[in-house]
């Protein structure tokens, strides 16, 4: 026979992950209850006795405003109870689904034992009926409060009900259940979550599932929530990916243990293979060249990441990656290559997110959302201490670390394609205006093409910052920044190569903005036509190398010639070509350099634009008539 004690049911509780301060309210609300009944329940074990418990202190019951003791934790520590008595984890209500409506949230004032009225368009309202409050606005969204209907009234053109509050989670810390878990859960469905405001019956078929994740949520941080349900869920857990990566996290720690075993197989996967387990790094994985030119360098690499993962480590292996560069042996530096390797090194520590940008949308995300800060560092390692940490402020263990890295990245997921979940924005219609403000719709998005029109000086110039932020970083708007912020945020994204400002003007061409045929003089002075890409071709191809101009070692090096340039003198600096011929490089502007030969005069100058060189760097094409300028820069 088995004995089931206090202290098993406190083990209990924490086996489903409440806090320590949930426990001890469960605690006294059964104490509570047994008070009441002058009954000790810690010794009821029987399962007919407590059902009828659960009756008489559930929401319905003759005893229900005993059972809404601190909260409604008598009840619910009540439901606990028989959960452990009997041997199986807590499901949902003991209780029989009644007729359940979600609402959207009409106050923030709310407490337990409140009443408030709701205006319905239904006539289907039952007292009794279980009522869901939902917080649609941009800042922790989600079921914050559950009721009972206890009055329906109906006139010849109106209705309402009187919902009483039973219970009230306000914020993530204390249990909602966040929107973006619902909408995930809920996909299927369909639910309209931007018309509420008179209610909206959820399917029979649902109501089980919202009592389910409104009762396994109390007590637990909502992000918890989110977590423990993806890691769960038949689609969500990615059965897909899930062994592959335990596979290749015990193969790297097998590895780490014994370094010896390091060979080129292990490195081809380690370094080469686009999606290899870990994560996919596509497009910008790793050449087969480059690999194979590379062995002896990448394996040093590895055996590094293996003795020391840290940011010191990860510091040095970029320099010398990109001293690999200059010399050739590497066409770019392949940041989000590395950051794989750390991942798969220490899981506990770095996420499956190897893009700085992805890390840093999901911690804005996470902020907004779950209430849940950092520091703001853009340095991936930061940003994945920062999730780290993130995660133990919510409760979340680090026991099922590969679990748990896949819920993060399916969280990111969602932040990508489901556009509700960041709160899109709908900008105005009036291009003075600057004012963005956050849509309820959960299925709006962005077109993909708008066209601001207005005569001049009606502000589409300046209310186009708005537009490229909110697609670009829509959290940004709706923190209500001061002007100066937008536009700061605006002209980052711009030096990143992220934006680019282009004026169609009337001799503007398609060969201009894609690509097109232009006329070039060879070193021999020959004419010759070659094909040159446009804005928007260059776009699309920076794009593809998955680095922004920031991290790409060539807008690197040539930062760091253009303040070598303006630091001199006289604004400029003396090169030579490869067989020793001395010139001298200044900057016509930010693009674009002039050269000439050491002793002649300024207006034997000839343009060299940046690039020209950039495409002698990552091709090694020589077709320009100014080659050996370049080769001489590029040296």
Same mark, same amino acid.
């Given at each position: 026979?088995?004995?089931?004690?206090?202290?098993?049911?406190?083990?209990?509780?924490?086996?489903?992950?409440?806090?320590?301060?949930?426990?001890?309210?469960?605690?006294?609300?059964?104490?509570?209850?047994?008070?009441?009944?002058?009954?000790?329940?810690?010794?009821?074990?029987?399962?007919?006795?407590?059902?009828?418990?659960?009756?008489?202190?559930?929401?319905?019951?003759?005893?229900?405003?005993?059972?809404?003791?601190?909260?409604?934790?008598?009840?619910?520590?009540?439901?606990?109870?028989?959960?452990?008595?009997?041997?199986?984890?807590?499901?949902?209500?003991?209780?029989?689904?009644?007729?359940?409506?979600?609402?959207?949230?009409?106050?923030?004032?709310?407490?337990?034992?409140?009443?408030?009225?709701?205006?319905?368009?239904?006539?289907?309202?039952?007292?009794?009926?279980?009522?869901?409050?939902?917080?649609?606005?941009?800042?922790?969204?989600?079921?914050?409060?559950?009721?009972?209907?206890?009055?329906?009234?109906?006139?010849?053109?109106?209705?309402?009900?009187?919902?009483?509050?039973?219970?009230?989670?306000?914020?993530?810390?204390?249990?909602?259940?966040?929107?973006?878990?619902?909408?995930?859960?809920?996909?299927?469905?369909?639910?309209?979550?931007?018309?509420?405001?008179?209610?909206?019956?959820?399917?029979? &078929?649902?109501?089980?599932? $919202?009592?389910?994740?409104?009762?396994?949520?109390?007590?637990?941080?909502?992000?918890?929530?989110?977590?423990?349900?993806?890691?769960?869920?038949?689609?969500?857990?990615?059965?897909?990916?899930?062994?592959?990566?335990?596979? %290749?996290?015990?193969?790297?720690?097998?590895?780490?243990?014994?370094?010896? &075993?390091?060979?080129?197989?292990?490195?081809?996967?380690?370094?080469?293979?686009?999606?290899?387990?870990?994560?996919?790094?596509?497009?910008?994985?790793?050449?087969?060249?480059?690999?194979?030119?590379?062995?002896?360098?990448?394996?040093?690499? @590895?055996?590094?990441?293996?003795?020391?993962?840290?940011?010191?480590? %990860?510091?040095?292996?970029?320099?010398?990656?990109?001293?690999?560069?200059?010399?050739?042996?590497?066409?770019?530096?392949?940041?989000?290559?590395?950051?794989?390797?750390?991942?798969?090194?220490?899981?506990?520590?770095?996420?499956?997110?190897?893009?700085?940008?992805?890390?840093?949308?999901?911690?804005?995300?996470?902020?907004?959302? $779950?209430?849940?800060?950092?520091?703001?560092?853009?340095?991936?390692?930061?940003?994945?201490?920062?999730?780290?940490?993130?995660?133990?402020?919510?409760?979340?263990?680090?026991?099922?670390?590969?679990?748990?890295?896949?819920?993060?990245?399916?969280?990111?997921?969602?932040?990508?394609?489901?556009?509700?979940?960041?709160?899109?924005?709908?900008? @105005?219609?009036?291009?003075?205006?600057?004012?963005?403000?956050?849509?309820?719709?959960?299925?709006?998005?962005?077109?993909?093409?708008?066209?601001?029109?207005?005569?001049?000086?009606?502000?589409?110039?300046?209310?186009?910052?708005?537009?490229?932020?909110?697609?670009?970083?829509?959290?940004?708007?709706?923190?209500?920044?001061?002007?100066?912020?937008?536009?700061?945020?605006?002209?980052?994204?711009?030096?990143?190569?992220?934006?680019?400002?282009? @004026?169609?003007?009337?001799?503007?061409?398609?060969?201009?903005?894609?690509?097109?045929?232009?006329?070039?003089?060879?070193?021999?002075?020959?004419?010759?036509?070659?094909?040159?890409?446009?804005?928007?071709?260059?776009?699309?191809?920076?794009?593809? @190398?998955?680095?922004?101009?920031?991290?790409?070692?060539?807008?690197?090096?040539?930062?760091?010639?253009?303040?070598?340039?303006?630091?001199?003198?006289?604004?400029?600096?003396?090169?030579?070509?490869?067989?020793?011929?001395?010139?001298?490089?200044?900057?016509?502007?930010?693009?674009?350099?002039?050269?000439?030969?050491?002793?002649?005069?300024?207006?034997?100058?000839?343009?060299?634009?940046?690039?020209?060189?950039?495409?002698?760097?990552?091709?090694?094409?020589?077709?320009?008539?100014?080659?050996?300028?370049?080769?001489?820069?590029?040296?």
């Amino acid at each position: 026979m088995t004995i089931h004690t206090r202290e098993g049911y406190q083990a209990y509780l924490l086996e489903q992950g409440l806090t320590p301060n949930t426990i001890n309210s469960y605690r006294s609300g059964l104490e509570h209850l047994s008070r009441h009944s002058d009954e000790d329940i810690y010794t009821i074990s029987d399962a007919t006795k407590l059902d009828e418990m659960a009756l008489l202190y559930g929401l319905k019951g003759d005893f229900s405003e005993i059972g809404s003791y601190g909260n409604g934790s008598a009840r619910n520590a009540l439901k606990y109870w028989i959960a452990y008595v009997s041997g199986g984890k807590l499901t949902g209500s003991t209780e029989e689904v009644s007729g359940c409506y979600l609402y959207s949230l009409p106050t923030e004032e709310l407490a337990v034992g409140n009443t408030i009225n709701l205006s319905t368009d239904s006539t289907k309202h039952e007292v009794g009926d279980i009522i869901y409050l939902l917080r649609t606005n941009q800042h922790e969204p989600g079921i914050v409060a559950h009721g009972v209907i206890k009055e329906y009234l109906s006139e010849l053109t109106t209705a309402s009900i009187t919902c009483e509050i039973d219970e009230v989670r306000s914020d993530c810390s204390t249990g909602l259940v966040p929107l973006v878990l619902l909408d995930l859960a809920t996909k299927n469905h369909n639910i309209p979550w931007k018309n509420l405001k008179s209610g909206y019956q959820i399917p029979e &078929q649902l109501g089980h599932l $919202f009592d389910n994740l409104w009762s396994i949520g109390r007590g637990k941080h909502s992000l918890k929530q989110y977590v423990e349900w993806s890691s769960k869920d038949p689609v969500e857990k990615r059965p897909d990916w899930l062994p592959d990566y335990q596979k %290749r996290v015990n193969e790297i720690q097998t590895l780490v243990e014994h370094p010896k &075993q390091l060979n080129d197989n292990d490195l081809e996967w380690i370094w080469r293979q686009a999606e290899n387990g870990i994560c996919s790094v596509s497009p910008g994985s790793l050449p087969v060249a480059e690999f194979e030119k590379n062995i002896s360098f990448l394996k040093a690499m @590895t055996l590094k990441i293996f003795a020391k993962p840290d940011a010191e480590t %990860r510091s040095d292996i970029l320099s010398e990656w990109e001293e690999k560069v200059k010399i050739g042996d590497f066409s770019t530096r392949r940041v989000a290559v590395i950051n794989r390797v750390f991942a798969a090194v220490s899981p506990e520590i770095f996420t499956t997110l190897v893009n700085e940008n992805h890390c840093r949308k999901l911690l804005l995300f996470l902020k907004d959302n $779950f209430a849940l800060a950092s520091n703001g560092s853009s340095d991936w390692i930061s940003q994945n201490n920062n999730l780290k940490s993130i995660l133990a402020q919510a409760g979340i263990s680090d026991e099922s670390v590969v679990e748990t890295n896949i819920s993060l990245w399916q969280l990111y997921s969602a932040i990508e394609n489901w556009s509700a979940v960041v709160q899109q924005f709908a900008v @105005t219609s009036n291009a003075g205006q600057d004012v963005a403000s956050v849509s309820d719709s959960i299925s709006s998005t962005i077109p993909l093409n708008q066209i601001l029109f207005g005569p001049p000086g009606t502000g589409k110039t300046f209310a186009t910052i708005n537009h490229a932020l909110a697609i670009l970083e829509p959290e940004l708007l709706v923190s209500k920044v001061e002007r100066h912020a937008l536009k700061s945020a605006f002209d980052r994204y711009v030096k990143e190569g992220q934006i680019v400002f282009t @004026t169609f003007h009337q001799s503007y061409s398609y060969e201009d903005f894609v690509e097109g045929i232009r006329a070039i003089t060879n070193e021999g002075g020959d004419l010759e036509y070659r094909i040159e890409d446009g804005v928007f071709k260059r776009m699309c191809d920076q794009a593809k @190398t998955g680095v922004t101009f920031s991290e790409d070692p060539f807008e690197q090096a040539l930062t760091v010639l253009n303040n070598k340039i303006n630091m001199s003198d006289d604004e400029s600096i003396n090169m030579t070509t490869v067989t020793g011929k001395t010139f001298n490089v200044r900057q016509s502007d930010n693009r674009n350099f002039l050269v000439r030969p050491e002793g002649s005069v300024r207006k034997n100058s000839r343009t060299i634009n940046t690039e020209k060189i950039k495409r002698r760097y990552e091709s090694g094409e020589m077709t320009s008539g100014s080659s050996s300028y370049i080769q001489g820069i590029l040296n």
